[in-house]
Structure formats: structure tokens, C-alpha cells
């Protein structure tokens, strides 16, 4: 059974930091490129960041970059978004995702965590 299960959400205020952290089963994290979405109140899903399967490249979407890091162990099947800096403009559910790096019709969704930056 897949499952992807995101941890770390909460409140925080402006400026503060939270690490999300994305627990994968069920399929081989290795072969699987990993990402973190985030859906605002009212708005589109949109992606946040990127880390490829083995070589660790990452791409940010330029509203987080040099504020969140994107990080995986594959040993323990787990992808991590460190958020710093936080504003909030960045309150969003946030999601990780996974996709094949050879087959993009296998990709599975987490359930989604909730990061709301206020004072």
C-alpha cells in the first residue's frame, strides 16, 4: 500500500521557520522524483520545490528561493522542506508528491499538512 504521509504544519509567526517532512512506503523513494505543492486559501495548487532522484538537483519556485531547502534521505524514504523566513503569504496546505523518473503516469499525492504563518 502507497502511502505518502506529511508531518510538521502548524502555526507560526512571521519570520519563523518549520520543517515539513513527507514519510514514504509502499514504492521505491529512490526511483521517484519528489516535490512539495502548497494550495492558499482560494487559489490554485502551485509547485514549491524540487529534488531529483540521486543527484540531489533541486529547482524552488522563485516566491521561496533562499528561504526553503528541499531535502530527501533515502535510506529513510523521507523528503523534508525546510521553511525559514516564513511570511504569510506562505499559509497554504501543503502536499508532497511523487513521480517515476521513468514513468510519469505512476505518481502518488500525500494528504497534505497546514502551515499558517500569522501573529
Known amino acids: 500500500q502507497v502511502q505518502l504521509v506529511e508531518s510538521g504544519g502548524g502555526l507560526v509567526q512571521p519570520g519563523g521557520s518549520l520543517r515539513l517532512s513527507c514519510a514514504a512506503s509502499g514504492f521505491t523513494f529512490s526511483s521517484y522524483t519528489m516535490s512539495w505543492f502548497r494550495q492558499p486559501p482560494g487559489k490554485e495548487r502551485e509547485l514549491v520545490a524540487t529534488?531529483?532522484?540521486?543527484?540531489?538537483?533541486?529547482n524552488y519556485a522563485n516566491s521561496v528561493k533562499g528561504r526553503f531547502t528541499i531535502s530527501r534521505d533515502n535510506y529513510k524514504s523521507t523528503v523534508y522542506l525546510q521553511m525559514n523566513s516564513l511570511k504569510p503569504e506562505d499559509t497554504a496546505i501543503y502536499y508532497c508528491?511523487?513521480?517515476?523518473?521513468?514513468?510519469?503516469?505512476?505518481?502518488?499525492w500525500g494528504q497534505g499538512t497546514q502551515v499558517t504563518v500569522s501573529s
Open positions: 508528491f511523487a513521480v517515476n523518473r521513468w514513468n510519469m503516469r505512476s505518481n502518488y
Open positions: 529534488i531529483s532522484t540521486t543527484n540531489g538537483t533541486t
